[in-house]
């Protein structure tokens, strides 16, 4: 028997490999399937099931394209209803690969179909659980995705999760391994550990969500508190898991195609497309092409697209480091972003190069801009595009706060005719947002680089919950 977990950090997400004498499943693949199909020939299996533990939200899987290249079946759990082929297993069903048994267990309330694979070994012991988004390390999964698609309440599919983890998962052994679909930096729970697997056992004694003496009420409260609105993309993403999506080679064909300066500016003329240049942060406000939007490859990439692009089928021409073209075509690609047109060959300096107009973007080092609040000369606008908790901790008193996740719902209320200085926990977020903001015609803008925690342990007016300040009343 052989599992592998396959973590790609800028999702956040684990997909598994496993096999046994000559038969392998895939568990919750990215859009991608080429690891997979490579990793059944070294290994001379073939690949008999896709196992998928629920509908995803938060990016585009790989099931459908997977199963049509190998001929695998795809199952989901109970209730699960979609337009291609699958098999909705029942609740204890069993499924044979080679020596090992899977068994499904329906564990409904993250979504209503969510379901967790029991591997059984060899020897008939239950080795390892695949829990999904039902129960993350330190974390569960949140309740309040399926609201629309399913007319319960957030606090109805709390519910089902507490059920479905007291009556399945936790009368498990303790030594059983943990094998969760996330892990820190998913917006898919709340609190999520940085550890990518552990134990029952280790779970039962640290989760809080899995607290021996917790009421049903009790558990309901905790695990919809704080809840934040779900990223724009992730109700597009689940439809394309449930009904389909153009095939992967052929959106990689389309949009892994160099073009000329030429091409790309006239390409960039035209009102339907969009700029995204994905260089670094550094190199970016140095010089970009005019009416650029930025998010790096570097960082949660994949998320930020999602949440800041409004439209699945808008088309994108890219600026990419001269090597990574390809890899950010497949990365837009994992949140259902199908419509990129190519890349500008040999990148900014071609276009540099050229000749062409270049803009900029001011920036100042947060030093400077402590320094220059404190003496007070000039009167500053600021906007804070951290999260709401990170707000929470700690902010500037006259900041404004617009959380860069909802930009977009907020520019009517940000002024044209204003300077503002731009500020996040380190200078990528605020990076991403002047962009934003430059592309619509917002000129008087400087971004902030550098750690808040300059500004947070200044001798600034800064308010919030953090203990550690001097909290203004």
Request: aromatic share 8%; proline share 4%.
């Amino acid at each position: 028997m052989h599992i592998e977990q396959i973590y790609t950090g800028c999702l956040a997400q684990g997909a598994y490999f496993i096999s046994s004498e000559g038969e392998a499943v895939v568990i919750d693949p990215l859009r991608e399937t080429k690891p997979y199909i490579d990793r059944a020939k070294e290994k001379n299996v073939k690949i008999k099931y896709i196992l998928e533990t629920h509908f995803h939200a938060d990016f585009v899987s790989g099931h459908v394209d997977l199963a049509k290249k190998t001929g695998a079946t795809i199952i989901y759990g109970p209730t699960a209803e979609t337009t291609f082929e699958m098999h909705s297993a029942k609740d204890g069903e069993i499924l044979q690969v080679g020596k090992i048994q899977i068994k499904v267990l329906h564990t409904p309330g993250h979504t209503p179909e969510s379901s967790c694979f029991l591997l059984i070994d060899e020897n008939g012991k239950e080795h390892a659980i695949f829990t999904g988004d039902t129960l993350f390390i330190g974390d569960v999964g949140r309740p309040d995705l399926a609201q629309k698609a399913t007319n319960l309440t957030q606090e109805d599919l709390a519910g089902w999760l507490f059920d479905s983890l007291r009556n399945q998962i936790m009368p498990l052994s303790d030594d059983l391994i943990v094998y969760p679909a996330h892990g820190a930096g998913s917006a898919c729970g709340k609190n999520m550990s940085s550890e990518t697997w552990d134990t029952l056992g280790h779970q039962k004694a640290t989760n809080y969500a899995l607290r021996a003496n917790m009421t049903r009420d009790e558990f309901i409260n905790e695990v919809t508190d704080g809840l934040q609105p779900p990223p724009n993309y992730f109700a597009k993403n689940a439809a394309l898991n449930k009904s389909g999506y153009r095939e992967i080679d052929e959106v990689m064909e389309q949009g892994a195609r160099e073009l000329s300066v030429k091409e790309f500016e006239v390409l960039a003329e035209a009102e339907d497309i969009l700029l995204l240049d994905v260089r670094l942060k550094e190199d970016f406000v140095k010089g970009f092409i005019p009416g650029s939007i930025f998010i790096g490859l570097e960082g949660s990439f994949a998320p930020w697209v999602g949440a800041l692009i409004p439209d699945l089928r808008q088309k994108i021409i890219i600026v990419a480091p001269k090597g990574r073209e390809v890899e950010t075509v497949k990365r837009l690609a994992r949140v259902g972003f199908d419509n990129s047109l190519g890349y500008l060959k040999d990148g900014f300096e071609a276009w540099e190069n050229a000749g062409k107009d270049v803009d900029h973007i001011d920036t100042i080092q947060v030093e400077e801009f402590v320094t220059i609040l404190k003496e007070g000369k000039q009167s500053i606008n600021i906007l804070d595009v951290r999260k709401p908790g990170e707000w929470a901790t700690a902010h500037l008193e006259d900041a404004q706060h617009f959380p860069l996740d909802f930009l977009n719902d907020h520019m009517a209320e940000i002024n044209t005719e204003k300077a503002y200085h731009l500020h996040c926990m380190s200078g990528n977020r605020s990076t991403i947002a002047s962009s934003i903001l430059k592309s619509r015609g917002y000129t008087k803008l400087v971004d902030v680089i550098g750690q808040f925690d300059v500004i947070k342990y200044s001798d600034l007016d800064v308010v919030g919950s953090c203990p550690s300040l001097k909290v203004n009343s």
